[in-house]
């Protein structure tokens, strides 16, 4: 079966390139990708309490005007990345992006959306934007792929994967980081940021199941004296110029973190890495 890709588009330059981060990255494999344009309409917000009518003059100048930049869209992918094996679709909807992301992802039985950091109207200093942040704490159907703007596609050698080890793994929320990493031949580097590195029984139990998930790919174990666990992370991966960072998105470590933020906020401020976020 082939594998099904959404992609949020606004037509910026980040969007773009995380298109083209995905095509690269998935370019042995036969793929279907859905493009999503959530488009806007001056007389109405997504505050609204009505929708407009779609057979309105309005409406449909909005919806060409996304038509019109997917054909130059897709014209720059096809140019730069004609693979047989890929195939692109696109959509074009007025509704809430998240709203939009999950009836996408359910209709078209999506296994993976993969969006840029940040959209047109970019905040200067802030990498991960609202939508793409929203996005990887909201959306658990399937993994997100996040991509910061200007990185340049590489194949992926080297994946961290920050861990308390205080969940028990389950193989099948591993399974996309396990695919990557077979795909590309990567080694997955499991890093365990604490400022006590003694493990409990428990820790040690989870630790040595996640050695047994990861037995058929490259890894190793490595631990990291801090008291920010986002700047050890992000510390380790700048050291080592690793490829990219995944993590499970377990809500009692990563969103409901004692510090002042979520660190997917966190990392995504100062991420130089695509993060992949597992559900």
Do not use: W
């Amino acid at each position: 079966m082939d594998k099904r890709i959404l992609i949020p588009t606004d037509f910026s330059k980040n969007a773009l390139n995380a298109a083209r981060y995905a095509l690269d990255l998935y370019a042995k494999l036969n793929c279907e990708f859905y493009f999503l344009n959530v488009f806007s309409l001056d007389s109405y917000t997504t505050k609204s309490l009505s929708f407009p009518e779609p057979e309105s003059a309005e409406y449909k100048t909005a919806q060409e005007k996304s038509r019109d930049s997917y054909l130059k869209l897709l014209d720059i992918l096809k140019l730069d990345h004609d693979n047989p094996k890929h195939s692109f679709y696109t959509i074009s909807a007025f509704n809430f992006i998240s709203e939009a992301i999950k009836q996408t992802i359910a209709e078209k039985d999506i296994d993976l959306v993969v969006m840029g950091t940040q959209g047109a109207s970019r905040t200067k200093g802030v990498i991960f934007g609202s939508n793409t942040v929203k996005a990887m704490e909201k959306i658990r159907e399937c993994p997100v792929l996040a991509v910061p703007k200007d990185i340049q596609y590489s194949i992926p050698k080297e994946i961290v994967f920050p861990t308390n080890y205080k969940a028990t793994f389950k193989r099948r929320k591993l399974n996309y980081l396990i695919e990557i990493a077979k795909m590309n031949e990567s080694t997955v580097r499991v890093l365990y940021v604490s400022i006590d590195h003694d493990l409990t029984d428990l820790q040690e139990s989870n630790k040595h199941l996640l050695g047994d998930i990861m037995e058929p790919i490259e890894h190793s174990f490595h631990n990291l004296t801090s008291n920010d666990v986002s700047e050890g992370i992000t510390s380790f991966v700048e050291s080592r110029n690793s490829d990219m960072i995944a993590f499970i998105n377990h809500k009692h470590f990563f969103f409901n973190s004692v510090f002042s933020k979520p660190l997917v906020k966190e990392i995504g401020y100062k991420a130089i890495v695509p993060i992949l976020a597992l559900h």
